[in-house]
Every structure is written in structure tokens, then in C-alpha cells.
């Protein structure tokens, strides 16, 4: 009797972890993280696209990680410093931990990134960079690769950041977006990148998202359809849903030619 039931035991204890791992693959979400770099002159911009190019991209090609994506502002600030952002999506926070270690033992980085990793004190590559981690969406677990024929230098690739007043409306406007906002502007053809929840920022709480469109035209017709479909003009009415995005910051940007988005 004794042996039986601990065989029993035995059995629903796999069976429980079996469905549990089960469980947890299929809520797998993606992690993300975005580096922008600030820049000060042409000089920096010039240096940044070999070594984003020629070695740091392929670097994390090698590292596993399949696509990386390299932006630029369609319009450089008139006010404010000229950037470049950097898209790195990870399966899990692992990796965020064991990416350096990788590109540190990657001889070929070191070489072709010489300029980058060893440049002086007085002429650095970039001026500052902001790192920013985020988690996909529960409803959007995964990130996109859009699919265009346009020139990349005409595409808009608009990357938005939502803030909340307080956790829980910022809580709320996440929500919003895993129970139809999302669905709606992949319906629309928006063709996100990704939609995320940022765990880690200069800005919290927030989130933010990357659509992409084929042209500028392209960006302001879907953005027409989104305001006066019938599904967006009933969900900003809920009532738990107003009042949750408390400032937004917008990038409208192109790819570079070597970037994997």
C-alpha cells in the first residue's frame, strides 16, 4: 500500500511539473532592450555606424541573438542632440547578464571594434547612452519583423512611450493594450515591432511601443483609421481605462541600411 501510494505521489508530481514547464513555455514572453546613444558631431555618428555595422551587430549575430534593429531620426532635434537607437531583443534576462561576458571573449569584436572599445578620453564615440529594458506584452509575447518594398530611407518607424501618473493606471493602460489596443493596430497594418512593458528606465512607469509604416502617408492613413474606428472610440470611454497615460515622448525614425528591422 505504502509503495503504491508513494507511486502515485511520484507520478502526480511529474505530471504537475510537466503541465507547470508546459505552462510556462507557452506564457514565454520576449525581453527587450533599447540603447540610444546620444551624439555631439558628424564625426561620432560616422564612428558609431562602423562599429554598430561592422562589429557589433555581427558580434550579437554570433552571440545568438538573430536580428537587431539600428535607428535613426527621420528629423534631427533642432534643440537637442542627435541620436542613434539600438534594438536588441532577448528570450530571456539571461542573456542580458551573459551578453558582455560573450562579447568580451569574442576576439573578432575586439579587433573590428578597436576604434569603439579602445577610443580615448578625449574623442569617445557617442556622448551618453540610455539603456532601457523592457517585457513584451502578455498579448504580444513576441517581436515582429515588418515587411516593406519601400526605400528604408522614406519608411516611418515610430517608437511612443506612455507614462502613467501612478503604477496602478500605468497598470491599467497595459491592460488596455493586452485586451484590444494591440489587436487593433496589427489589424490596421501597423506592423509592430514590439509592444512592452519597461522594467528598467529613466521614465517609469511607462511603456512603450514600435510600429512601422511603409511611408510617411502610409503613417498618417493608419493613424486616421485607428482614431475613428468604432473598437478604439468605445475602449477609450471605459471608465477604468481614463486617465492613464499622463505624458508621451514620440521618436519618428528610419532604419539604417544594415539593420536587421
Given at each position: 500500500m505504502?509503495?503504491?501510494?508513494?507511486?502515485?505521489?511520484?507520478?502526480?508530481?511529474?505530471?504537475?511539473?510537466?503541465?507547470?514547464?508546459?505552462?510556462?513555455?507557452?506564457n514565454k514572453r520576449d525581453y527587450y532592450q533599447l540603447k540610444i546613444y546620444t551624439l555631439e558631431t558628424e564625426g561620432q555618428?560616422?564612428?558609431?555606424?562602423?562599429?554598430?555595422?561592422?562589429?557589433?551587430?555581427?558580434?550579437?549575430?554570433?552571440?545568438?541573438?538573430?536580428?537587431?534593429?539600428?535607428?535613426?531620426?527621420?528629423?534631427?532635434?533642432?534643440d537637442e542632440m542627435n541620436y542613434m537607437m539600438v534594438f536588441i531583443p532577448l528570450q530571456n534576462l539571461h542573456q542580458v547578464e551573459k551578453l558582455g561576458e560573450k562579447l568580451s571573449a569574442d576576439m573578432v569584436y575586439q579587433e573590428e571594434g578597436r576604434d569603439y572599445i579602445q577610443a580615448a578620453h578625449d574623442q569617445p564615440p557617442y556622448a551618453r547612452i540610455e539603456s532601457i529594458l523592457l517585457k513584451a506584452f502578455e498579448a504580444t509575447p513576441e517581436y515582429g519583423v515588418p515587411e516593406f518594398e519601400t526605400p528604408r530611407s522614406g519608411r516611418v518607424y515610430e517608437l511612443r512611450s506612455y507614462e502613467g501618473a501612478t503604477e496602478q493606471l500605468y497598470e491599467r493602460k497595459v491592460e488596455m493594450f493586452n485586451k484590444g489596443e494591440s489587436e487593433l493596430f496589427i489589424n490596421l497594418g501597423f506592423q509592430p515591432i514590439f509592444f512592452g512593458e519597461v522594467i528598467s528606465g529613466a521614465h517609469m512607469p511607462n511603456l512603450m511601443y514600435l510600429?512601422?509604416?511603409a511611408t510617411s502617408e502610409a503613417q498618417e492613413?493608419?493613424?486616421d483609421a485607428f482614431r475613428i474606428h468604432?473598437?478604439?472610440?468605445?475602449?477609450?470611454?471605459?471608465?477604468?481605462?481614463?486617465?492613464?497615460?499622463?505624458g508621451s515622448t514620440k521618436y519618428l525614425m528610419y532604419p539604417t541600411a544594415y539593420s536587421d528591422f
Open positions: 505504502t509503495a503504491f501510494k508513494n507511486s502515485a505521489i511520484a507520478i502526480l508530481m511529474v505530471t504537475m511539473a510537466v503541465l507547470f514547464s508546459s505552462f510556462k513555455e507557452n555618428e560616422a564612428r558609431m555606424d562602423r562599429f554598430l555595422e561592422k562589429a557589433y551587430l555581427p558580434a550579437l549575430h554570433r552571440a545568438g541573438i538573430k536580428e537587431v534593429g539600428v535607428f535613426k531620426p527621420i528629423e534631427k532635434p533642432a510600429t512601422t509604416h492613413k493608419n493613424w468604432p473598437d478604439w472610440l468605445k475602449m477609450k470611454e471605459i471608465e477604468r481605462y481614463l486617465n492613464t497615460v499622463s
